[in-house]
């Protein structure tokens, strides 16, 4: 039996990616990092800042996401984002812009406790990225 | 009747016409293979945002405590009605459909004794509405710099809305936009973003639990405000298709008619240029009979 699964990762202009040999991917969901495989329990999560991993028999994809919301339903994952990047296409120009924007975010004075963690999740992240 | 002269000058008016309607055309039908390229990709988005939001809200055990952009503030005084509209002229009915469409909601609003408010998305729609509604008018947006719809613009607009929501200005909020359905079919649509109405959305029969994480309230609360954005930049997409189509059929029917305006008046430059022709032979052979 084959240990695979269907991705599809859509942000508002288009279809960003769709993958149907998915072995693996693992999600920066709000509560922590969740990987999920075959036949995983139907389940709606949304996401924060961090890196998508998908493994595939194609090999190793990561993304870097802002926000989004995951669906996992008989083996179908849709992936709803809004700001999606290939690391492999992104350019250490660029994240240096996302890295700067997201300091300046949460090192707004009048910021909520929430967006707060969200713009440093941001930064950890991209630092990581670094 | 006019002179041969003022005749020819006209003819080279039309076709001067006739050549920008025609470049019109055919820019807005290079534009509306995007647009509405766009518009279909963008669709499986909101698509799936509506199909999650259903599961959810069905799901949803406490209906008192559901968030207040799903279930409303539990009044129905202040209409907001977002209008949204081109920022070119020149595109057929495509702006007055929505602005009819919208005035005739206005009127109902007016008779069940509703206070209105307007936010105007597009520069078209603002001159249209602000002769009548503009002490209604409480805000124009417009994205000229902006070249396509993007999701940057859609957002800024639904969290204004979202804002103004949660400082309880407003209790129901409809969007105006005009659906592409072919190139020479718009729909103008009124659709009620705020409460949520979760019954137009499709039935989704599936009797399928999900595990949320965190829970179904933390979901929806995140959930609800994208999908606001989400609404808003799917007409916004809507709109732009449907602009062009509007447009490019417009032209075609503008350079159309300009082309039978010039055949027309070539006939009567030709008749007038041969009747000219005649009475000077008369004047001559009269001239030559006399002598």
Redesign the interface.
């Known amino acids: 039996m084959s240990e695979e699964f269907k991705i599809?990762i859509?942000?508002?202009?288009?279809?960003f990616l769709l993958k149907e040999d998915v072995t693996e991917i693992i999600v920066p969901?709000?509560?922590g990092e969740?990987g999920i495989l075959k036949d995983h329990?139907?389940?709606?999560?949304?996401l924060k800042p961090g890196i998508i991993t998908i493994n595939s028999k194609s090999g190793e994809d990561k993304f870097y996401v802002e926000?989004g919301?995951v669906?996992f339903?008989d083996n179908n994952l849709?992936l709803?984002t809004?700001s999606i990047l290939n690391l492999k296409e992104l350019e250490k120009s660029k994240l240096q812009d996302l890295l700067i924007n997201a300091e300046k975010e949460s090192n707004k004075s009048e910021i909520t406790d929430q967006s707060k963690y969200l713009a440093d999740q941001k930064v950890d992240v991209l630092k990581s990225l670094n | 009747m006019a002179s041969l002269d003022d005749l020819k000058k006209r003819i080279a008016s039309v076709k001067s016409t006739q050549k920008i309607t025609k470049a019109m055309k055919m820019v807005a039908a290079a534009k509306l293979r995007r647009a509405q390229e766009?518009a279909e990709?963008?669709r499986?988005?909101?698509e799936?945002?509506n199909n999650?939001i259903l599961?959810?809200s069905s799901g949803i055990s406490d209906k008192e405590n559901a968030p207040k952009l799903l279930s409303g503030s539990g009044n129905d005084k202040v209409h907001l009605c977002v209008v949204m509209t081109s920022d070119r002229g020149l595109c057929g009915g495509f702006n007055s459909n929505i602005i009819k469409k919208a005035k005739s909601y206005f009127a109902k609003l007016a008779e069940d004794g509703k206070e209105l408010k307007i936010i105007t998305v597009g520069s078209k729609g603002n001159d249209q509405l602000k002769r009548v509604y503009g002490d209604k008018i409480i805000a124009n947006i417009s994205f000229k710099e902006s070249k396509n719809a993007?999701?940057f613009d859609?957002?800024k607009v639904g969290k204004m809305v979202i804002e103004k929501f949660g400082a309880e200005e407003f209790d129901v909020c409809t969007i105006f936009y005009n659906q592409f359905k072919n190139v020479i079919t718009q729909i103008p649509q009124a659709q009620q973003i705020i409460p949520l109405n979760v019954e137009n959305l499709e039935e989704d029969k599936s009797e399928?639990?999900?595990?949320?994480?965190?829970d179904e309230d933390e979901?929806l609360n995140?959930?609800l405000p994208?999908n606001i954005?989400?609404q808003i930049?799917k007409a916004m997409l809507e709109n732009s298709a449907s602009e062009q189509g509007s447009r490019m059929s417009a032209m075609d029917n503008a350079t159309r008619n300009a082309g039978e305006m010039v055949d027309k008046l070539t006939i009567e430059y030709n008749r007038s240029r041969q009747a000219a022709i005649t009475k000077e032979l008369i004047e001559i052979i009269s001239g030559a009979e006399s002598l």
Request: aromatic residues 14%; charged residues 25%; proline residues 6%.
């Open positions: 599809e859509i942000n508002p202009e288009k279809s969901a709000f509560e969740m329990i139907s389940i709606i999560s949304f926000d919301i669906e339903k849709s709803l809004s | 766009s990709k963008g499986p988005y909101s799936k945002m999650i599961n959810l993007n999701y859609a957002d399928d639990s999900y595990e949320f994480e965190p979901i995140n959930l994208k954005s989400t930049f």
